[in-house]
């Protein structure tokens, strides 16, 4: 009998711990949620986001023409890279799941320089415009200046972390797009004219020859944006993303470049959460 009454004691003892052991681990967990402005849709508001911005403008996948690429630099301020800035609200449906609008400005670019064989090109040199098939470097140059809208549906991973992904629709209010052409590091430069059979037109970094496209470019383009978010102090996030456009930079009779640009930019920044 003290045997059988010490044995439920000792289980209501154990019982009751893990209860309240249970209850503290609750409580904890929902006063994170809480801490860190999760725990339900009145956590709804407003971001406004900083960010540096790095990436290009590419054909996907890399054409056969392009042999290798000789080097790359972000261009934006200087050659420091882009910039974003804007802010975005996002509306809570519930502690997970959530929609999120927003505007940015945003200031993009790139500079790279690469190997080409009978890459098709419209090139400039003098008072002489040229077209064909051109083989040695091809130094390009590209700038965008413009306002991004995201649309993107928001998942709550835990109280610090969030994801969000959706499309985006971008206006480019001013574009560049524009390079020079010349001899390779084993001293091969030239244009066919015409086609990859046409006569032969040498040109050397003593004389290369330019190109400009910027005129060309398109003003709107759309694609995916992905965004991580990480909840640093109470009104801090940081973040970083990526914004990847299914539509070219130019339109899809422009001739003068045979496979579509795209692009594609990677940023990191700070939010300020209101």
């Keep these: 009998m003290i045997m059988r009454l010490r044995n ?4 209501t003892l154990l019982l009751t711990a893990s209860m309240a052991q249970a209850q503290t681990a609750t409580e904890g967990s929902v006063d994170k949620w809480a801490k860190w ?7 709804s508001g407003w971001i406004i986001r900083l960010s540096y911005v790095i990436g290009g403008t590419s054909p996907l996948p890399l054409p056969k023409e392009i042999r290798s690429i000789n080097e790359f630099n972000p261009l934006g301020i ?9 802010a975005d609200y996002t509306h809570m449906f ?11 400005l945003f200031l993009e670019g790139f500079h790279t320089s690469a190997d080409v064989k009978n890459y098709k090109m419209a090139i400039t040199q003098g008072n002489s415009t040229m077209s064909g098939n051109f083989t040695g470097t091809d130094v390009t140059n590209t700038k965008m200046v413009g306002v991004t809208l995201p649309v993107m549906g928001t998942f709550r991973i835990s109280p610090r972390w969030n994801v969000s992904a959706g499309p985006f629709f971008s206006f480019v209010g001013k574009g560049t797009f524009e390079g020079e052409v010349y001899d390779n590091s084993e001293g091969i430069g030239y244009l066919r ?23 060309d470019m398109n003003h709107f383009y759309w694609g995916l944006a992905v965004l ?15 914004d990847w456009s299914f539509s070219s930079i130019f339109p899809s009779d422009f001739e003068t470049i ?16 209101l």
């Design 94 to 104: 519930g502690k997970r799941w959530g929609i999120q609008f927003g505007a940015y």
């Design 193 to 215: 004219e015409g086609d990859p059979t046409g006569p032969k037109i040498e040109i050397t970094r003593k004389n290369p020859a330019s190109y400009d496209f910027s005129s």
């Design 8 to 11: 439920i004691i000792y289980s």
């Design 228 to 242: 991580f978010d990480w909840k640093a102090a109470k009104h801090i996030n940081v973040f970083g993303g990526l």
């Design 78 to 86: 200087g050659s420091f890279g882009g910039f974003n800035v804007g």
């Design 37 to 43: 402005g999760s725990k339900d849709i009145h956590n």
């Design 258 to 273: 045979p496979f579509k640009m795209y692009p594609i930019y990677a940023k990191i920044g700070v939010g300020y959460r």
